[in-house]
């Protein structure tokens, strides 16, 4: 009796151990269902996100195709430039960003017809008869003012004598009341200056014209080019010679020509990027220089309105590597709410 008492509770004792097992088993076969479809969820989420962050780059970084066609200034032609290059470089390679420079007046008889240019630069701002232009052809343009220049008065690097000029004196010897160094200071060379400058499709001869020596006419013998080189290398060869140009063009040629200081009133100033501004010491020869837009290309077309965008945002960040002063910066971010206006 006792033996089978015993048998039975060994059975007993064996089947709940293996229904133990059994539950066990289940248990975690469920606990591991459960984990596996949690991993699941948590991939497919991940995954998406992923799918939703790189379709949100993807917009982001939109690449565009196309041409934006810009004239005008020889002056702003350098910044203008560097703009065009960083942006094919960094920012939209498939955008063909092409500038000339024929100059500020023939800028804008490109700039204001049908199918014309996307942007006229200028060293000077739009004429009346030129607004007036764009209105007839129902034409909506956007000034841009891209920087400040100062107005450089340059010599030859062996002139030695006439490294300081009072603003007079500069315009004595443009417009002929004096011929020989001599009649400025009887200790300087008994020799005859020779003028240089822009010609008259510049707006740098048009500011030099009308705000320095207010609409008289320049000497019979001033020698006026169309390209800024062409004035660095006679200027660089002529010891007698005395030319104008923008500071820009000084600034990448300090090692052929002067810089002649200029006295206001309170002493000589000679331009640079500490010295020109509109309220600045040099402000007297400072002036601003402009790009200006076709909106309607702009709206039509995406990469002249990306382009636009892009010229308001970074056109601090480059403005002195090509020998401007930055505009301040309320002024910037103004154009650039301007421009995204446009969209």
């Known amino acids: 009796m006792n033996k089978l008492k015993l048998l039975l509770l060994a059975l ?4 709940s151990i293996g229904l133990l097992a059994a539950c066990g ?29 790189e379709e949100e780059n993807t917009e982001a970084s939109e690449e565009l195709e196309g041409n934006v066609v810009i004239d005008g200034s020889g002056t702003v032609y350098p910044l ?15 955008v063909s960003v092409e500038v000339s420079r024929a100059g500020s007046s023939a800028g804008f008889e490109k700039f204001l017809v049908e199918d014309g240019t996307d942007f006229n630069d200028a060293s000077r701002p739009i004429k009346d008869e030129e607004q007036a232009k764009a209105d007839e052809l129902g034409l909506d343009v956007l000034e841009m003012k ?18 300081e000029l009072t603003a007079e004196q500069v315009n ?18 008994d020799e005859e200056i020779q003028t240089y400058g822009p010609n008259e499709n510049h707006g740098t001869y048009e500011f030099f014209y009308e705000s320095i020596v207010e ?17 660095v290398t006679l200027v660089s060869e002529d010891k007698n010679a005395i030319g104008f140009f923008g500071f820009g063009y000084y600034d990448s040629n300090k090692d052929k020509i002067n810089a002649v200081g200029i006295d206001f009133g309170d002493g000589a100033v000679v331009p640079s990027l500490d010295t020109i501004g509109e309220e600045g010491p040099y402000a007297g020869y400072t002036r601003p220089v402009f790009t ?7 709206k039509e077309k995406p990469e002249v309105y990306d382009y636009a965008v892009y010229v308001a945002e970074s056109i601090n960040e480059f403005a002195g590597e090509t020998g401007f002063a930055p505009i301040p910066e309320e002024e910037r971010e103004a154009m650039l709410e301007e421009v995204q206006a446009l969209k």
């Open 80 to 94: 203008m430039a560097k703009l065009a290059e960083e942006y094919m470089i960094n920012e939209q390679p498939n």
């Open 292 to 298: 200006y837009l076709n909106t309607e290309h702009a």
């Open 172 to 189: 004595d010897i443009f417009l002929g009341n004096v011929t020989k160094w001599s009649e400025i200071n009887s200790e300087w060379p």
């Open 12 to 15: 007993v004792t064996i089947l």
């Open 215 to 231: 609409e008289q006419d320049l000497v019979d013998t001033i020698d006026l080019q169309q390209e800024y080189s062409t004035l």
């Open 25 to 53: 088993s289940d248990s975690e076969e469920g606990n591991n269902e459960e984990a596996n479809a949690n991993e699941t969820e948590e991939t497919n989420e991940s995954e998406s996100d992923e799918t939703s962050g």
């Open 146 to 163: 891209v920087a400040l220049d100062g107005l450089t008065i340059v010599t030859h690097p062996e002139n030695d004598w006439a490294t």
